[in-house]
Structure formats: structure tokens, C-alpha cells
């Protein structure tokens, strides 16, 4: 059974800068071959796919975080991450970590992702 468990989430200013960071546990191999992806969700809202990673490296984004908003990963350390530069108010939400057991990604929808999620990291950025 794979667990994820996101960290790095905290409180900070429009404009500032947070490291999302999601480690995999039972199975080695989870982000080497997997399709890894961080997605969000705000009071109120549904939840939303921030940005997906295949097991190529190939990546992809929601048009609200492009360019500001890089995820990665470290194949070694079985991890994810999500570099988040820019940030704004709306950007406040809980995020989410996913593995989707596919080489590649079917997309960035949360529906695509059915295998395992992480317990979420709180974002909240103040104006």
C-alpha cells in the first residue's frame, strides 16, 4: 500500500514563495513510475489539478499557475515537490498529492487520479 504524505504548507504574503514537498512510502518505485500530480482545493470549491509530472519527466500545468509554479521530482528520495513563486491570495487552498499507477499522465484532472492521495498541506497567502 503506497501513503503519501505532504509537507511544506504554511501562511505567507502575496507575492512570497512556498516548497510543497510529498513523499512516498510502501513501494520504492512510486515516483520513478508513476504520473505524480499536486492538485487543490479551496472552501467551496471543487478540487482542481494544479500541475502533473509523467515517469519521463514530462510535465503539465493549469493555465492559472503557469510560470509561476514548477513541480519535480527526485526519483532517489521517492518524492515530489512543488515550487511555488508569485503567490496569490486566490491561490489559498489545501493541497493535494496523487499517484496515478500510469507511465504517463491522462491528465491533470483530480478523475484521472483514482489510485492513492496524500491528507493535504494548508496554502494560505494574505494580501
Known amino acids: 500500500q503506497v501513503q503519501l504524505v505532504e509537507s511544506g504548507g ?3 504574503q502575496a507575492g ?3 516548497r510543497l514537498s510529498c513523499a512516498a512510502f510502501g513501494y ?3 515516483v520513478s513510475a508513476a504520473c505524480m500530480g499536486w ?5 467551496g470549491k471543487e478540487r482542481e ?3 502533473a509530472i509523467d515517469s519521463n519527466g514530462n510535465t503539465a500545468y493549469a493555465d492559472s499557475v503557469k510560470g509561476r509554479f514548477t513541480i519535480s ?5 521517492n518524492s515530489l515537490y512543488l515550487q511555488m ?3 496569490k491570495p486566490e491561490d489559498t487552498a489545501m ?6 499507477l500510469l507511465s504517463q499522465c491522462p491528465s491533470i484532472r483530480p478523475s484521472s487520479f483514482s489510485n492513492y492521495w496524500g491528507q493535504g498541506t494548508q496554502v494560505t497567502v494574505s494580501s
Not at 39 to 43: D, T, V
Open 85 to 87: 513563486n508569485s503567490l
Open 49 to 51: 489539478g494544479v500541475a
Open 39 to 43: 492538485f487543490r482545493q479551496a472552501p
Open 10 to 12: 504554511g501562511s505567507v
Open 28 to 30: 520504492t518505485y512510486t
Open 95 to 100: 493541497y493535494y498529492c496523487a499517484a496515478e
Open 73 to 77: 521530482k527526485d526519483n532517489a528520495k
Open 16 to 18: 512570497g514563495s512556498l
